[in-house]
């Protein structure tokens, strides 16, 4: 009896560990007064334990679904839109921040970008297919998809770059020219 009660508190302890390095163990601890927990009182006891959701340990959270997804769906429309992108670019000005961010992305090969992000959002897409939405990855999928993602980042990073800069002067034009704006409208009503 003794030794049924240092397993379950071991086990307890287990699932603590792996809750504060984000892997959840597949079932429920067997400690506890109900075989479901530890016992009140005990660490990794209390009102939020209870609610978080428990993952295997070869599975992604949530979040991390989420931004695979996310990193697959960005890539995917890169490697769609770049060279348009890029040809309007590069026809539009030959120098200043419109000839550079055309040679942001032809850097460094043309079609390296598009390659590496179509490659990238097939190869996560392959194993999202394959693994249920990426939550049960053997260990070579999960090579597969540390792979994928690396090689996603790397060809949709140049234009996600440009596109987020782009926006965000477009947002501070905007702003200023309100401010000018509302500046002589002051003006005008005094």
Same mark, same amino acid.
């Given at each position: %009896? %003794? +030794? +049924?009660?240092? $397993?379950?508190q071991g086990s307890a302890e287990l699932d603590e560990v792996r809750e504060a390095i984000g892997l959840r163990p597949a079932g429920p601890a067997v400690g506890g007064p109900d075989g479901g927990g530890p016992a009140p009182g005990a660490p990794g006891s &209390?009102?939020? *334990? &209870? +609610? $978080?959701? +428990?993952y295997p340990a070869d599975s992604l959270s949530g979040r991390v679904r989420r931004l695979v997804g996310a990193v697959t769906a960005v890539s995917a429309g890169v490697a769609l839109?770049? @060279? %348009?992108l890029a040809g309007a670019l590069a026809s539009a000005h030959g120098a200043g921040p419109w000839g550079?961010?055309?040679a942001l992305m032809?850097?460094? /090969?043309?079609?390296? @970008?598009?390659i590496l992000a179509g490659? &990238?959002?097939?190869v996560l897409s392959a194993v999202g297919m394959l693994t249920g939405g990426w939550r049960h990855l053997t260990p070579r999928q999960n090579g597969l998809l540390v792979a994928g993602a690396i090689a996603a980042v790397l060809g949709a990073g140049p234009m996600? $770059? /440009?596109c987020g800069l782009t926006v965000v002067m477009g947002v501070l034009a905007l702003? *200023? &020219? $309100? *401010?000018i704006a509302c500046c002589l409208f002051a003006l005008l009503v005094r």
């Open positions: %009896m %003794m +030794r +049924r009660t240092y $397993l379950q &209390g009102p939020g *334990v &209870g +609610r $978080l959701a +428990r839109t770049h @060279q %348009m550079a961010a055309a032809a850097w460094p /090969v043309p079609l390296i @970008q598009p490659a &990238g959002a097939l996600v $770059l /440009v702003a *200023v &020219g $309100l *401010v």
